[in-house]
């Protein structure tokens, strides 16, 4: 008699913590699949830390081999789910195409970034869901001081010296509280850099930084960015995205070359593309975590609609916390279906949230304890190392050697704009040049909501324009900020146009730009999906 297979599709917090729990429960009865596009688990929150040259890429990566020995670790992306048959189909990392049986499906798919309809914001913003981006934006950041000391002129200097962030939650905040560091460490005592004044500004449609939060935490965070120098604007956001700069919606332009998109996050599509009771693009679940009419699904994090039973009527947020500990009860309600243990309905309690400001400054109330300053920082820290499921000494010896040395500002060149578009189900893998990556076929429902497009235009400074999809699309990126109060004058649920297309073509190179080989660096591309239908 074989053995029952669960699959778990989504390797990230819910995903993880599902798998992890579920074969130490298991003790080798049951076999647990894993299927995700990538080797590794993201630890999300120290993301802002890797963009501003504090941890090394891979610190914040966590093997899933290594940390999940038995485990069986599929690399792919699920393309449709096929519950009558019980059957995942999937695509491999080179293309080749696959099929998952299993008896206990948990969909943990996680999130990707939230699209709003405001002009040019598809064609010149990046998001912060991936660990690409996060290269990117690093990159991005650097060359842009390095242009700007190198240039005679005020106001291309000023420009790019302007860093707009959009959205004011976790990760908007702390991007534009690591990043005014960042760039204010590059140019302090270089005497060729004496004229570059870094501006960070930090938008938000909401009334206060940090709207999910305690408003004492978001005073907390509120004075540090502006301390810092920040230009933070609540109440204002953009309304248009041009090549030039973002138009505001109180009617400034802002000249930037620079516009990081984190108004949140809305839930990967794979879970709407099942043709199930949906929540704001959530997949309906009970207490137990169960899908109603189809017992032997499961599903957690950012793609499933919890209700939260500490608050009747309401579901549980879409932050990593939840995922984490949707994760465990997931794990012991699939162990129950085997006959292992009783299964258990999931319910919280606050055990306080914690924001990274970056230096020694945070805003934290541990078990409603409302600290800031050192003491804030201490607990943030303490906090990232003790959630963490791998790395710790590695994490904790780059924020050693970041307090005693300078930071390294240098480009690598590994992640080009091109590569990380905005308007991605994929955020977690750079999309490659001349289709290199598997050609997934479309899934049935997703044709025609690719996010519009316009061909790319060289930036000045000689870097390719921004967001050009193409290539392999990934998914499944857990974790992430509520998806209320987002800015952009509207609120976050069913905003049109705001669903990518899955299936992106691959990039090709403009007829007048020759191939990426040897010698060749690639270029800027041809965008080649379609204007979008709109959120569900």
Known sequence: MSRPRTVIVGAGFAGYRTAQ??????????????????DYFLYLPLLPQVAAGVLEPRRVTVSLS???????????????????ERQVHYTGPEGEGG??????????????????????????AHGFRGLPEALYLRDHVTRQVELAAATDDPERCAARCTFVVVGAGYTGTEVAAHGQLFTDAQVGGNSPRTGVRPRWMLLDIADRVLPELDERLSRTADKVLRERGVDVRMGTSVKEATHDGVLLTDGEFVDTHTLVWCVGVRPDPLAESLGLPMERGRLLVDPHLQVPGRPEVFACGDAAAVPDLEKPGQYTPMTAQHAWRQGKVCARNIAASFGDGERRAYRHKDMGFVVDLGGVKAA?????????GPAAGAVTRGYHLAAMPGNRVRVAADWLLDAVLPR??????????????LDTSSPELARVPGGSGPERPSREGDAGKGGGGEPARNRPGGEPARNRPGGE?????????????QPGGEPAKKQPGGEPAREQAAVVP?????????????????????????DS
């Open 364 to 372: 934290a109330n541990p078990l409603g304890v409302n600290l800031s």
């Open 408 to 421: 390294q500002a240098v480009q690598l060149g590994l992640v080009r704009s091109w590569s990380v578009p």
């Open 473 to 485: 699309p990934a998914k499944k990126q857990p974790g992430g900020e509520p998806a209320k109060k």
């Open 21 to 38: 729990t579920l074969s130490r429960l298991a003790k080798g009865r049951a076999d647990v699949v894993l299927l995700n596009p990538t």
């Open 99 to 124: 099929t998952l049986a299993y008896d206990r499906l948990v969909l943990a798919a996680g999130s990707v970034n939230k699209l709003l309809p405001i002009p040019g914001v598809a064609e010149h």
């Open 66 to 84: 290594g940390t999940l020995p038995h485990v069986r670790l599929v690399l792919g992306e699920a393309d449709r789910i096929d519950l009558d």
């Open 510 to 534: 403009p007829p007048d730009q020759p191939p990426p080989g040897p010698g060749v660096a690639p270029g800027p591309v041809q965008r080649t999906d379609h204007p979008g239908e709109g």
